[in-house]
């Protein structure tokens, strides 16, 4: 059987390969970083801090002349309302702008909340481990025994629907997948030497704790948030489809979606394009989440 | 074995007894219940009189104890709206979210795994990659969205399907597509992932050596193994699958427990709210139980821990 040093000897030495166009290694660069999906992201994101700037109409205007008109492609539509207008004659384009706030003020404290929440127990519960541990771990399967979407609509109707509930639900919902995971984490750690050596040198388990072994494992709890910053969209804009979120006359991705169901054969747009933003926000989420992972991820050795 | 069973029983237990406190509290947050049942302008007399009646004049923890108590035997109070029985009204209801639930994940299950398998062993090739797109799409798309463009397209555009209400095979499948739709993409990915790892493995190796054919090797010996994490995970998956029973339902005006727990929280019904709840958790935990037992039977290894 030939092996390939007989090949590379017998074969003569033509020069296939040449050097990759300057384009070509820039493009290749490039595309280590996820760019498309951060690009989606800053959208979002400037649309939704810059609003009042970008935003063409007021979303709560009402303008009863002229309600249900379709985007501006459509021979009935107007330029003025890209994306047409919902029954009570507010922009389409502008609300969608406007909900990016609450999407994204829900997401980032929420998942924020619940990580600090999350972390906090899980380390706690994995350095002192004992009874402490198993409290915590208790508390933990009973939440986990109740769906938290159905946990968070209880609460949301009971406390009553606001932006500070919403954010106060989606901790509640969230903080026990990173308790589990840091405990995890903690476990592993807490066998280490270093560990060791700072009980031996006279740490006080807090200062153990958050200085020691937490910047060690920090990084699963990063990973998990920017994964979960989708989800969390889409358990807010849920909850404002069933009217347990923000509530009008603020704008929310989930309510334009439940005002456009009732006009569903009629007027469609109402219904397509929250929807639309919904999901491109939250695919920028995942990717960018997948991304942070795989770059985070320590079987990766840079060479 | 045996232990093993039992121990998770009353776990199980434990953390049932956990969300009736759970939902007790958190029922009776917003303060005064009585004051739901009374209105505004009643005397004050009659007032206590209700309180008395219903109980609510009781310090908590006594109010806690006769509701579990009476929990236990069954009875939560009655539906402020129906006045039947708040058990029975939830109970009634349950079949058709299991009936939606189980058919969901059932259709996830049958479209994740094959196209899982297939992405995994054709890696790179255009299953591959339809898989790929698949479940980004499947993963980000919020799942009353699906809901609401499968009625555009196949109801209102294509007059397929009927848009609501239960009946025959027809106006179960939208909702029961709809709610399986974010699984499905979970399970293809994960279904596909464990797959790759198992297909390197050394067994696998062996089996090829042994002149195993193809295709047992891939849907008999690799499939099982990289079942494991996927059961696990369409464990947790029951969780989302009910808690997005409940905006289906609502869509489809499908006749479930969510649908009527969300209708019994617009209308202050709290006792349908928490025999509706604690009875969720109550499904979702001997579901799970069920899940851990059967470990025993996919994984030798548990069997001997």
């Keep these: ?303 | 074995m045996a232990l093993y069973i039992l121990s998770r029983i009353i776990q199980g237990a434990f953390a049932i007894w956990g969300v009736t406190v759970i939902i007790f509290i958190a029922v009776r947050i917003s303060g005064d219940a009585a004051s739901l049942l009374i209105p505004q302008d009643a005397d004050p007399q009659e007032a206590e009189v209700v309180r008395q009646l219903y109980g609510l004049d009781q310090p908590y923890h006594m109010q806690y104890l006769k509701f579990l108590t009476n929990a236990v035997k069954g009875d939560f109070g009655r539906s402020y709206r129906w006045h039947d029985p708040a058990l029975k009204v939830v109970l009634d209801r349950i079949p058709a979210t299991l009936q939606l639930a189980g058919v969901a994940a059932l259709i996830a299950l049958l479209v994740a795994l094959p196209i899982g398998v297939l992405s995994a062993v054709y890696h790179g090739g255009w299953i591959d990659n339809f898989a790929k797109v698949f479940t980004l799409m499947g993963q980000s798309m919020p799942t009353f969205w699906v809901g609401i463009l499968a009625i555009l397209l196949f109801s209102v555009q294509l007059r397929l399907l009927p848009t609501s209400g239960r009946g025959g095979l027809d106006h179960l499948i939208l909702p029961a597509v709809t709610l399986g739709w974010v699984s499905m993409a979970s399970l293809t990915r994960l279904t596909r992932s464990a797959m790759l790892d198992v297909i390197d493995s050394d067994y696998i190796k062996m089996a090829r050596i042994k002149g195993v054919p193809e295709k047992w090797v891939i849907w008999k010996h690799a499939l099982r193994n990289a079942a494991i994490p996927v059961v696990t995970i369409l464990g947790l998956q029951w969780s989302n699958l009910i808690g997005g029973a409940v905006v289906v339902e609502t869509i489809f005006a499908w006749p479930g427990v969510g649908r009527t727990i969300v209708e019994a929280l617009s209308n202050r019904d709290y006792p349908v709210v928490q025999a509706g709840t604690i009875l969720i958790a109550f499904v979702h935990v001997t579901f799970n139980l069920i899940i851990d037992l059967s470990y025993g039977i996919l994984d030798p290894r548990v069997r001997y821990t």
């Design chain 1, 1 to 303: 059987m030939k092996t390939d040093v007989t090949r590379a000897i017998t074969k003569p030495t033509i020069l296939k390969w040449r050097q990759p166009i300057a384009w070509q290694r820039l493009a290749k660069e490039a595309l280590r970083y996820p760019l498309v999906p951060l690009f989606i992201l800053s959208v979002v994101a400037i649309a939704g801090v810059f609003a009042p700037l970008l935003a063409p109409h007021d979303p709560s205007a009402f303008e009863l002349r002229r309600s249900m008109m379709p985007p501006a492609w459509d021979p009935k539509g107007s330029s003025e309302f890209l994306l047409g207008t919902d029954k009570l004659g507010r922009d389409i384009f502008s609300r969608i702008i406007y909900g990016a706030r609450v999407s994204l003020t829900i997401g980032f404290l929420g998942v924020g909340f619940a990580g600090v929440v999350g972390t906090t127990l899980g380390l706690v519960s994995g350095y002192f481990g004992g009874k402490t541990d198993a409290i915590i771990m208790r508390i933990v399967d009973i939440k986990q025994s109740v769906p938290g979407f159905l946990l968070a609509l209880v609460l949301a109707a009971v406390i009553g629907p606001s932006l500070q509930t919403i954010i106060i639900v989606v901790m509640l919902a969230y903080w026990t997948g990173y308790a589990r995971l840091i405990r995890g984490e903690t476990l592993s750690v807490k066998q280490r030497d270093y560990v060791a050596l700072a009980r031996v040198a006279g740490c006080s388990p807090p200062r153990i704790l958050f200085k020691h072994i937490l910047p060690n494992i920090v990084n699963t709890a990063v990973v998990l948030a920017t994964l979960q910053l989708g989800s969390v969209i889409i358990f807010e804009a849920s909850l404002s489809f069933l009217g347990l979120g923000v509530q009008p006359p603020a704008s929310a991705w989930g309510s334009m979606l439940a005002d456009g169901r009732s006009y569903m054969t009629s007027a469609w747009w109402l219904s397509v394009f929250p929807g639309v933003a919904i999901m491109l926000t939250v695919l920028g989420c995942n990717l960018t989440g997948d991304w942070l992972r795989d770059f985070l991820d320590p079987k990766r050795r840079q060479v």
